[in-house]
């Protein structure tokens, strides 16, 4: 019977991300000169494992390159190489290249031989071999080779299955060694009903002919040590066939083979793999999913007999079990959303890297910290925080910290620091990334917002107006273009991602002594908490992490700036009034501001109240896309389906505020609203 490998590909292909990722880690921690063996053995077995799946799956081009690496890290794990900074660079990049290399296995699209081979080079070039040759590790005593080759029997325990390994694997790898012939023992093999699947009866007999050493052979069983019965027997050079001592049965492993084509050469490509999402979750979170279908599976039983001949008497039962009913789903609804939910040390992982690699570039000496990374998130909040991440801490290190000299002469420690945090504030999530540096250069972005028309001559603007500045479109304070920074398109995109999910982001910085970005975000996109007004004859939700206030306006409070915009003096601050009903364009209840209520929200640091005709109540409501299902609506975020089957509009407070300002809005939007209506 064939088995079909190629269902198991995506498989590989994560668990290989998860290797890689571990392997740059573990690199990272790495210190010049030492390394702890714990850790040097997990960037091997990382690597070992790459290799042998990349073998099983006929990946032969990721399997060799990775064999040199392990190579290298074996000489390490044997005390007989010490962990330099060079040794570590070649590995780090290394990693990238097996990183890419996957990636065009997993697309089936042709990857950078030329890359793979540069850096096989350069190790090799490390181990002191030549381009080509098998590396072989360097030993105090002379390595035994065979000038005939081996004869090696493999007698795996039965327990090897449950191991994870896989017999054919290895009987691959040695196929690449040289000339082979295997034969399978079948002596221990059970009967048809006594066979247990998960259990191996076999062994195998190999003849490998060629001048192998042995411990090129024996590294291919390492990682069954312990798991098998091993015996290596040396071939003479003229060999006679292999004559089984027990019955055997010749068996055909498939090796992949490669294409030559000119000097190319190139691997058969693996199936592209569909693009597949998915995640990891623990199992008590999937345990406390199954207690809570077990209790509303109990509620709905104990709702099935109250409906069974009801009468007024069951009343008080039936309110008993639609409150357990409505506990019941509430406690399901935040389960599920645990499941989505991840730690964001997902997101915090590229940076050692990122930040170890731009300050050797910018010759920066620069320490990361980062704290909080077990705080959860909703996966889908993950997966788009991380672009504005990038760019945040890439103006850290390039724009915050200063150069080591710089440092020196303002009493500073030649390394600065830069440190991500995360933790949960209300419903948000907050991430801050601080560094000590120089701080904003706020006479710069003055100037620069001066000559770029931005500010008038003689305005002096406040910190908070001054730093808004660098969220402006092509604003740039770098004296020269870099690939790291300077062309201004790169704040404006960052608070733009972030608005998009609902969030913002707030900074802060002092001269000298550094800066810090505050991003906040909403847990989950799919669910927020809402605060039900209502307009007329429409019902919209306000999100409530936007909400400062709600209250009955004083008509002696009210007043107005040329006829056009309002203002309410709410303590010893003037706020804009924007009427929610003249802005989408419908008929309102109460248009006298004294009869009225006010919302005061904050969006984008600026603050203003929505009048609208009464409050609700406040609920969790569940965001369904207008754009996916209809187009987009400038102020509106999405919608909801409420509990009588209406739909109600969710507001996009920023939005909201945008489109107040121009003078088509009302107009545009009450369009816009009345099609949503119609529809």
Known sequence: MTIDMSKFLDTFFEESAEGLDAMESGLLHMQDGAADDELVNTIFRAAHSIKGGSATFGLSEVAEFTHHMETLLDEVRAGKRAVASDLVDVLLESVDCLRAMLAASKSGSAGDPKRAKSLSARMAKILGVATGHVVVTASAQPVQAASGGWRIVFRPHAHLYRTGNDPVRMLRELAELGEYKVSCDTSRLPGFVNAQPEECALSWTVELRGEIPEKRVREVFDWVDGDCDLTLEPLPASSEKLAP????VQAVVPVAKEKTNGDKTSTPAAPAAAETTSIRVGIDKVDALINMVGELVITQSMLGQVGKDFDMSRVEKLMHGLAQLERNTRELQESVMRIRMMPISFAFQRFPRMVRDLSQKLNKKIELRMSGEQTELDKTVMEKIGDPLVHLVRNSVDHGIEMPDVRRAAGKAETGIVTLNAFHQGGNIVIEIKDDGAGLPRGKIIAKARKQGLLGADEEPDDNKVFELIFMAGFSTADQVSDVSGRGVGMDVV??????????VDVKSESGKGSTFTIRLPLTLAILDGQLVSV????YIVPLVSIVETLQMKKEAISAIAGRAELYR????????????GLFGIEPRQKDLANGLLVVVEGEGKRVGLFVDDLQNQQQVVIKSLESNFKRVPGVSGATILGDGTVALILDVSGVIDASRQATAPSGLGKNQAQIRAA
């Open 245 to 248: 001592d027990a019955p055997a």
């Open 570 to 581: 709410l303590r010893d601050e003037y706020i804009p009034v924007l009427r929610l009903y």
């Open 495 to 504: 608070r733009k991602n972030i608005k998009a999910l609902g969030g913002t």
């Open 536 to 539: 007329g004859e429409q019902t």
